[in-house]
């Protein structure tokens, strides 16, 4: 049964609401200003509040700023007479989820009390799946031929063994997260927790209680005491991946934390202590964000015992070849194919490629490649990588074209057949039927 909870100041009206939502099955209670919804908040779970926004004593607002943040709080519908653009800019603004005047129509309310109810366990969910705290861990090699690698290598496992912070950095898909498990699975503390926090899928608020975890009662719904993943890592090893992403006031108290291993779950008076090894990544350019004050630079130091930097796979053309045989027996193992080898135009092709995406993008280049194979042998046909582009940009592609393009090149070596051809660029069969007809490609049924 869907609990909601009708926050407003009129008795009428709350009477009205707790009738009619009752007749339509939903569990409903009611409260007359933000200061009784928030108790009421604290002795029972809601899945939904109904609010006003104008009310004597604590208003809608704020009330919506006392849960901001918390992510057990119930989604917010907001119900108010006084229907003013700002108001419903106001109230989206501080996480409402939709927006209703009076006279509400019931079957109206009835719609989007379910719909945000389906909303409501969905993002509970997918913010779970997107910790994903713990990772596995990962038999991935890296592969190199480089001087340079071999060079990043040789340092990782110098500085493996001790237990100051490594700060990596590399331009994005160049395999700094392999990087700090490899760091990890070298170090005295292989068998204890590596726990990996992603600084950019978190709001402010999340993270840091993510992070230090909170004390009972800290803010609307947090019924227990929640452990943050620097004691969960306690012994450990804490990746903390996107760093340049981590808001100010959180690196402020992450510094108190490296300097002293002591931090304050949120909410809490109590200093504890953990043993944690810190690693840290990011692909922006730190210096850049120190000196537009995003960045701490005392933290950056902090951080910064040992530097590790991964250098781009275009400043490392011999990486290539190797890199493309490692993901092509790894693929055609995945896919049960027995493609052995990679034909020389299709080799020229991937060399004389600019390689944005760095180790990623060779990594999907290959996988689409081993699918798209019909023999032993990859041909050029079966690399897809974009033409270069013309340096002074005049030529240059636009998205739309540069999308035509691509769909229309997979489209032919999938010999057109529709289905496979949707699951290589990983879009559904529709919307790849849509995109063909678009783009004059004739789209027959197989
Ligand atoms: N040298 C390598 N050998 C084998 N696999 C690699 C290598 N470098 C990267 N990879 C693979 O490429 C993919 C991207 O690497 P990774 O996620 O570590 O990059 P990243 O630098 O963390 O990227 P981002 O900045 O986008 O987070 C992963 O699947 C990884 O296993
Ligand atoms: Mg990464």
Not at 402 to 413: C, N, P, Q, S, T
Request: with cysteine; charged share 30%; net charge positive.
């Amino acid at each position: 049964m869907i609990r909601v909870l009708a926050v407003d100041d009129e008795e009428p009206f709350r009477r009205l609401l707790k009738r009619e939502l009752a007749r339509k099955g939903f569990y409903v209670e009611a409260a007359a200003d933000g200061g009784e919804a928030l108790k009421l908040l604290r002795e029972k779970t809601f899945d939904v509040i109904l609010l006003d926004i104008v009310m004597p004593g604590m208003d809608g607002v704020s009330l919506m700023e006392k849960m901001k943040g918390d992510p057990a709080a119930p989604i917010i519908i907001v119900l108010t007479g006084k229907a003013t653009v700002e108001t419903a800019v106001a109230a989206m603004k501080n996480g409402a989820y939709d927006y209703l005047t009076k006279p509400y129509k019931l079957d109206e309310l009835v719609i989007i009390i379910n719909r945000a109810y389906d909303y409501g366990r969905l993002s509970t969910k997918s913010k779970l799946l997107e910790q994903e705290l713990v990772r596995k861990e990962s038999s991935a090699r890296f592969v190199y031929k480089s001087r340079q690698v071999a060079d990043v290598i040789s340092l990782i496992k110098k500085i493996a063994p001790t237990d100051s912070p490594v700060f990596i950095q590399g331009e994005s898909g160049t395999g700094k997260e392999l990087a700090a498990n490899i760091l990890w699975r070298s170090s005295k503390r292989r068998e204890l927790p590596f726990i990996a926090l992603n600084c950019a899928t978190l709001s402010e608020n999340l993270m840091e209680s993510e992070i230090f975890g909170h004390e009972k009662g800290a803010f609307t719904n947090a019924y227990q005491t929640k452990h943050g993943i620097v004691e969960v890592a306690d012994t450990g090893t804490l990746f903390l991946d996107e760093i340049g992403e981590m808001p100010m006031k959180l690196q402020a108290k992450l510094l108190r934390f490296l300097d002293s291993g002591e931090f304050r779950r949120v909410g809490g008076n109590k200093n504890l202590t953990v043993d944690v090894r810190v690693i840290a990544a990011t692909n922006r350019d730190i210096r850049g964000l120190i000196s537009g004050g995003l960045f701490r630079e005392d933290l950056y130091y902090r951080l910064n015992v040992f530097s590790v930097n991964i250098p781009p796979l275009r400043e490392r053309r011999e990486d290539i070849e190797e890199l493309a045989g490692y993901f092509l027996l790894k693929y055609s193992r995945k896919f049960s194919k027995s493609v052995a080898a990679i034909a020389r135009p299709a080799l020229d092709a991937l060399m004389g490629y600019r390689w944005p995406g760095n180790v990623r993008e060779l990594e999907n280049i290959m996988e689409r490649a081993v699918i798209l194979s019909d023999s032993g042998l990859i041909g050029r046909e079966a690399i897809l990588i974009p033409d270069a582009p013309a340096a002074d940009g005049g030529g240059q592609l636009s998205l739309e074209e540069m999308e035509k393009d691509y769909i229309l090149r997979v489209f032919k070596a999938a010999g057109g057949n529709q289905s496979r051809t949707s699951q290589i660029l990983g879009i559904d069969r529709k919307t790849l039927y849509l995109k063909l007809r678009k783009y004059g490609a004739d789209p027959k049924t197989d």
